[in-house]
């Protein structure tokens, strides 16, 4: 069955915000912080059990809206914010408006939309049953985590605007 993607309306906000920052020492769940220094490689401090799947510049920050999330927990699903690894969820950010080489500014930093994140068995505990692809992107276009290289580091801080740039 094939699920839609949300509507625009389901982001309702006037300014999307960063609702809650996430952070581990490797692996999932990444857990809540008020403020973090941002730099080419992502969240200083934050870390990745997997290097090959995770990480790198062009995956610098990955990215969820707590709208999906609650989509999702809506259907069954367990998942938290942070549960699935992203190191951003924001609320009122319209994800249908997310491309590749979109810009995004949040607080300090610069982003760039570079992909939809493949979900992994690593997140499986956010599902109903462990159907971790029930994010993936090209199974149900509009719920996936979302990546972004760093253009321009600095400090993120919870609350702070996320902005797409024209």
């Known amino acids: 069955m094939a699920i839609a993607p949300l509507q ?3 982001y309702a906000c006037a300014s999307p915000e960063v609702l809650q920052i996430n952070v581990s020492n490797g ?3 990444k857990l809540p912080i008020g403020r973090v220094m941002v730099d080419e490689l ?3 401090g934050d870390k990745h059990r997997d290097l090959k799947h995770h990480g790198g510049p ?3 920050l990955c990215l969820y ?3 999906i999330i609650e ?3 809506a259907e069954g699903h367990p998942i938290v914010a942070g549960g699935s690894g992203e190191n951003l969820t924001t609320r009122g950010l319209d994800w249908s408006r997310l491309a590749r080489g979109r810009k995004l500014a949040i607080g300090e930093v610069l982003a760039e ?3 939809w994140a493949t979900p992994c068995a690593n997140i499986a505990g956010c ?3 462990g159907v971790f692809n029930r994010t993936s992107h090209k199974l149900h276009p509009g719920w996936s985590r979302a990546y972004a290289k760093v253009l321009r580091g600095g400090v993120i801080v919870v609350g702070d605007r996320v902005q797409l740039v024209e």
């Open 58 to 60: 062009e995956r610098a």
């Open 65 to 67: 809206a707590v709208e």
């Open 71 to 73: 989509a999702l927990r």
């Open 27 to 29: 692996g999932v769940p």
């Open 42 to 44: 992502g969240i200083v």
């Open 8 to 10: 625009p309306a389901a």
């Open 113 to 115: 939309f570079t992909d």
């Open 127 to 129: 599902f109903q049953g």
